[in-house]
Structure formats: structure tokens, C-alpha cells
């Protein structure tokens, strides 16, 4: 179900970028539109190093001190995701993961909606596969 959802908020993620860039094109001209285009990809692979060393650097910390505090881990995943939406060509992708930047919006996403998004995947349960036994022979050597 949720996979289903991700591959369709993608679909159409793509399909506005392509829209917002025949729209930005049209009313800008190719060159400037070009320079927007990979002004955006430029913001996003230097956001995408900075987030992704800081997420790594945050995560290694942790383990070696024996713990995890989930929220800070996701609000880097939240900022690594807002680093890939900068990466898409594309203005509505830039403009989503520019929302993402903003502590009021990263802050209330990691608080209400990711946690209630990923409760299916941390409650899922292994269906029984009944008893397990093990069979075989055993020998006393004295």
C-alpha cells in the first residue's frame, strides 16, 4: 500500500517538475530557465554532502555510545530527503525540499505525520510459522 503511494507521489512528482519547467521556459527563456534548473542541482548535491556526512557522523556517535535517539536521526533523513528533492530537475521538487529546510515544517512533519506514516512499518508482525522442533539423535560418551 505505502510503496504503491511512494511510486505515485513520484509519478506525479515528475510530472508537475515537467510541467513547472515547459512554464518556467516559456515565460523566462531556455537560458535562465537552464541556470534555475541547475542552480537548484548545485544547492542540493552540496546540501546532500553536508546532510549526508552530518546524518553519518550523528549516526556513528550514537552507536558507539550505545543509543539512538530516533527524532534527531529522522530529522536528518527529513533534511538527506530535502537534499534528493533539491537533486530532481525540477521547481516543485526544489520547492518541497525547500519546505523541508524550514525548521517549522521539518519540526512538525518528524512530530505528526512521519510518526503516524511509519507506525505499520515498526508494527508489523511476523505471521506464525508454528511450532519449530528439532529432530535428531542423541549420544551419551563417557
Avoid: C, N
Avoid at 32 to 46: D, K, M, N, R
Avoid at 66 to 72: F, H, I, N, R, V
Avoid at 102 to 116: C, D, E, I, Q, T
Amino acid at each position: 500500500m505505502y510503496r504503491l503511494a511512494i511510486v505515485w507521489f513520484f509519478i506525479i512528482l515528475g510530472a508537475l517538475d515537467l510541467a513547472s519547467l515547459v512554464l518556467v521556459g516559456r515565460a523566462l527563456g531556455l537560458g535562465p530557465t537552464l541556470l534555475l534548473l541547475f542552480g537548484g542541482i548545485f544547492v542540493g548535491s552540496l546540501l546532500l554532502r553536508r546532510q549526508g556526512m552530518a546524518v553519518w557522523r550523528f549516526f556513528r556517535q550514537r552507536q558507539l555510545a550505545g543509543g539512538l535517539p530516533a527524532l534527531d536521526f529522522l530529522e536528518g533523513l527529513v533534511g538527506l530527503l530535502a537534499a534528493l528533492l533539491f537533486l530532481m530537475p525540477g521547481f516543485v521538487s526544489d520547492a518541497l525540499g525547500l519546505l523541508l529546510l524550514l525548521p517549522p515544517v521539518r519540526k512538525g512533519l518528524l512530530r505528526r505525520v512521519l510518526p503516524r506514516w511509519l507506525m505499520p512499518f515498526l508494527t508489523r508482525r511476523q505471521k506464525p510459522q508454528g511450532p519449530q522442533t528439532l529432530s535428531g539423535e542423541y549420544r551419551r560418551e563417557d
